[in-house]
């Protein structure tokens, strides 16, 4: 789960991470009282997405002259005008795609004299099962590119968690950004908080980009993306409460509620698959003979006629899908489960798009004779390669 760069900076703040002061802005008139609370010289408007290259982004209703989605303001009035022109419009950076995101929310904080930038993440390494950190002296810029071309800029090390976060960590990282004295304190002390808020709220990913090192000698957090890991959210209600459901496809949001696992993609073709590598594998094959799959869905391995009826309406509620290949071996899943849900939810929404259907398992003559007698328009395959095969064909021939 994501959340919003000041909702991060507000969870950050609580284990004592510096940030700036600022403001959150639902509504353009709320922009003036937000900047009067933080009483200037210098203000940054902030758009609100979940996605990075905002600074570089572009917003589609504007013409020539776009600021993009992170602007400075050196007074009240232009802090009020671009509140006025970038909330509610569509923002549109190297991270949304072409489609971009709506502004809805605004972050207007304080500006910073800055003197140094600096990039610091936190992430799981599932190699050594650790919390690795990783450092660069190129903030601001994208990690990636920075990785490919200067890989040397970059230190990166894991923690064990026998020993915890340890002052030689600090110190680490203190040397990796050519910092002494009181900031190589300060680096210290900004890992331990790190550290503690990634472990207690069960984070996934921690990003600063950039940490910045102002005039005054004081290094802080000028940005700050945080992803949660979903297994764990259960154990915060107070994380749960930050999410924004309209910053989520609305597919996936409905799949949340059913317990599926569903990711929209931009192909053509839906797919309904049982176990997540036979999904891996049914997405595969779909690329491998010419097309593109519209989803990732796995209904699981105990799914019920209910469960894979919500699944298959998710499916057609794309209307960029052409067809639907439905691939289940069943062990646990019973394929005669599968045909009742599958014939349930196309009585109920309708098909309008070839659906392919490969059944292998537990039950399957069974379920094979269930789709067979609904009279419903369904291919039927004897493996994958077949199914695939004929989703492809059929899509092709349709359009």
């Not at 509504?27 to 009282?33: I, M, P, S």
């Not at 971009?100 to 140094?116: C, F, T």
């Not at 891996?280 to 491998?288: G, H, R, V």
């Not at 098909?351 to 609904?374: A, F, H």
Request: charged letters at 25%.
């Amino acid at each position: 789960m994501n959340i919003h760069e000041y909702q991060a900076k507000a969870v950050l703040k609580e284990f004592g991470v510096p940030v700036s002061r600022g403001v959150a802005v639902f509504k353009a008139e709320e922009a003036e009282a937000a900047a009067r609370e933080l009483g200037g010289p210098l203000w940054v408007v902030k758009s609100q997405i979940h996605a990075g290259g905002r600074g570089k982004g572009k917003f589609k209703e504007l013409a020539a002259g776009d600021k993009g989605g992170v602007r400075l303001a050196k007074s009240v009035d232009e802090v009020k005008l671009n509140a006025q022109q970038m909330l509610g419009r569509t923002l549109v950076t190297l991270q949304t795609g072409p489609a971009g995101k709506q502004v809805n929310r605004l972050y207007i904080e304080e500006g910073s004299d800055i003197e140094a930038e600096f990039y610091l993440s936190a992430l799981v390494d599932r190699v050594t099962s650790r919390v690795a950190f990783v450092v660069s002296t190129e903030g601001g810029m994208n990690i990636e590119d920075v990785a490919h071309k200067t890989p040397e800029k970059i230190k990166t090390f894991s923690v064990d968690p026998a020993t915890g976060i340890m002052p030689h960590h600090g110190r680490t990282v203190a040397k990796a950004l050519g910092l002494s004295g009181d900031l190589a304190k300060q680096a210290g002390k900004l890992v331990v908080s790190l550290y503690k808020a990634f472990v207690a709220k069960d984070m996934a990913m921690l990003e600063i980009n950039p940490l910045i090192v102002t005039r005054q000698g004081e290094l802080k957090c000028l940005d700050a993306k945080v992803s949660f890991d979903s297994n764990a959210l259960f154990r915060h209600p107070d994380i749960v409460a930050l999410r924004d459901e309209t910053e989520e496809d609305a597919k996936e949001i409905e799949a949340s509620k059913h317990d599926l696992s569903y990711i929209a993609l931009d192909g053509t073709i839906g797919c309904m698959v049982n176990g997540a590598g036979l999904a891996m594998a049914t997405m595969d094959i779909i690329k491998l003979y010419g097309m593109e799959p519209a989803n990732f869905l796995d209904v699981g391995g105990g799914a019920s006629k209910e469960k894979v009826t919500a699944a298959f309406k998710i499916i057609t509620a794309d209307p960029n899908v052409k067809g639907i290949l439905v691939n289940i071996f069943g062990g646990i899943m019973r394929c005669d489960v599968i045909a009742e849900g599958v014939i349930a939810a196309v009585k109920e929404v309708g098909l309008k798009v070839p659906l392919v259907v490969r059944l292998e398992g537990t039950n399957v003559d069974l379920g094979k004779t269930i789709i067979g007698e609904s009279g419903l328009n369904v291919i039927p395959a004897d493996d994958l390669d077949d199914a695939a095969q004929k989703i492809v064909k059929a899509v092709k021939e349709a359009v």
